[in-house]
């Protein structure tokens, strides 16, 4: 956590310099891992490279937050003894300056607490690897958030939302993409991996439940393959037992219409057709 004492300057002429100066002049303020459960006023710098997913940045378990508003800055640098100095504002549309993002964010649980996030990319569009992280109340002073049960849930006695880790997200992804395996199976492989309940650093590391891997594995299923030919031939069959001839002709084009066959296909289904109904049927 960053002192008041260090930085009491939150705008971009204040956090940019001290966020590029950090690793020589800071480096004991440097987190290796985010912020968890801020209910104060507090700063913070974050090695997004020590994160297991840059995403999980965004895990803190205060629930869900609205993102209220982004700006896109550049700048010039100043720089004197290897240190940055001072940032001068530049055009948007200048090319070679560093461009800042600042993002702020609201808590849906409680709208008076607030997160900003800072973060700088380099005139080579290298994103720099550390990021400001500010927690404030605005118009209320320090309290313990009460969070609020996922936008979703049917019962006024569901658990608070917590965002589950990016990085957790992917591992559990992997596991149902691999071998079949129980969803309680990959539950537990994914709690074992952070340590379970006793040794992650966060609750949302974990994965929620068994409902949540169950439906990421229907998301890494791959989706069918729709065999046209197949399709108007079963169709053609359907509608010759049921004596409808006459209406095959605009069905089979309306299925090609909404196919991406190219025009070989185009021919041997023409001709799969005519096999089928026959050649009378074409010449009505």
Request: proline content about 4%; aromatic content about 8%; some cysteine.
């Amino acid at each position: 956590m960053i002192s008041p004492a260090i930085l009491s300057d939150f705008s971009n002429s204040g956090v940019v310099p001290f966020l590029l100066n950090a690793e020589k002049s800071h480096s004991s303020l440097i987190a290796k891992t985010h912020p968890i459960r801020v209910e104060n006023n507090a700063c913070f710098l974050v090695d997004l490279d020590q994160l297991l997913a840059p995403e999980d940045l965004l895990c803190d378990d205060l629930g869900s937050w609205n993102q209220s508003k982004t700006s896109v800055k550049k700048y010039q640098l100043e720089r004197k003894n290897g240190l940055v100095t001072k940032i001068i504002k530049q055009a948007d549309y200048a090319d070679g300056k560093h461009t800042v993002f600042r993002r702020t964010f609201v808590n849906r649980s409680d709208n008076s607490m607030r997160k900003t996030i800072v973060n700088v990319v380099h005139p080579d569009r290298r994103h720099h690897k550390l990021v400001f992280v500010r927690y404030y109340f605005e118009g209320a002073p320090e309290h313990i958030i009460k969070l609020k049960p996922h936008g979703n849930a049917k019962s006024g006695l569901a658990m608070p939302y917590l965002r589950t880790y990016r990085s957790t997200m992917s591992k559990m992804a992997i596991a149902v993409s691999g071998k079949e395996k129980s969803l309680k199976r990959v539950v537990q492989q994914i709690e074992d991996d952070v340590g379970g309940l006793e040794q992650c650093n966060s609750v949302g590391q974990l994965p929620r439940n068994e409902r949540q891997v169950k439906y990421l594995k229907g998301e890494c299923r791959p989706p069918k393959i729709m065999d046209t030919i197949f399709q108007i031939t079963e169709k053609i069959k359907e509608q010759s037992q049921d004596g409808k001839n006459s209406s095959v002709l605009i069905l089979w084009m309306t299925i090609l219409q909404r196919s991406s066959l190219m025009s070989s296909y185009t021919t041997l289904l023409t001709f799969a057709v005519m096999m089928l109904m026959g050649t009378n049927q074409f010449f009505m």
